[in-house]
């Protein structure tokens, strides 16, 4: 009997890692479920027979927990915990925010990267898939803390490919566009449903986790010799960051 697959997802108690982990786990795979929300992960868990760990990426003690529960051999890490908060311009920047954005984005990024590699190495076929945004390349009005953010995980996925060129360990990231979950933009804006909803007002059809999740899978899944660099996905209805398509609306 085979060993199976495993895959760590970070960010897993909600949105598109909640998704990711249950369409790695339909694909086979034993997904630990990292997150900082126990109760949500241990649901999750059992419900797709992984393994929930408790997991504060920007935590390194909490990454080294992480990593001894995977133990010696990891085939697939997704980074997705990330996050965005606020949306003041630049001239009225709240440094905190933007600390937490690039802890969270990058920092977070790097030490479960870190912490993880030599298992992913061991596998023979390790796979490194970071979720960035179309935000890590079109900078926009109110989003300069997020663009600083998710430019940099673009570009320590960029680094990472380079210096892993002679391992066996693909690197890749996908950058989604206008995704709809229950708490992206809640959290964004501090609770404020009203503003969190007006981002999607008028879009028929806003991304999914599911979408992102089901493209997510299908990079992982590739024959070990196929790396998808980036793959920027959108909506229909958005064709480009400042560009939405908008039924009643501009």
Partial sequence: MSTPRTA????ASSGIGAATAR????????????????D?????AAEIGGTAVA??????ESVADLAARVGERLDVLVNNAGGAFGSSPVSEADSDEWRRMYEVNVIGLV?????LLPALV?????????????????????GGGYTAAKHGTKVVTETLRLELFDQPVRVCEIAPGMVK??????????GDRARAEAVYAGVAEPLTADD???????????????????????????AAQHKVHRVGGS
């Fill in 55 to 60: 997991c504060d990426v920007t935590s390194e």
């Fill in 8 to 11: 760590v997802v970070t960010g």
């Fill in 40 to 44: 949500r992960i241990e649901a999750l």
């Fill in 111 to 115: 030490q479960v990267t870190r912490a």
């Fill in 23 to 38: 369409a790695l786990a339909s694909e086979g795979f034993h997904v630990f479920c990292a997150a900082r929300r126990t």
């Fill in 212 to 238: 992102v999740a089901d493209a997510i899978t299908w990079m992982v899944t590739r024959p070990p010799h196929v790396n998808i660099d980036e793959l920027v996905i959108r909506p229909r209805a958005q």
């Fill in 181 to 190: 979950t229950d708490e992206f933009a809640l959290v964004r804006f501090e």
């Fill in 122 to 142: 061991a596998s023979g076929a390790g796979v490194i898939l970071n979720v960035g945004s179309t935000a890590g390349r079109v900078a926009y009005e109110g």
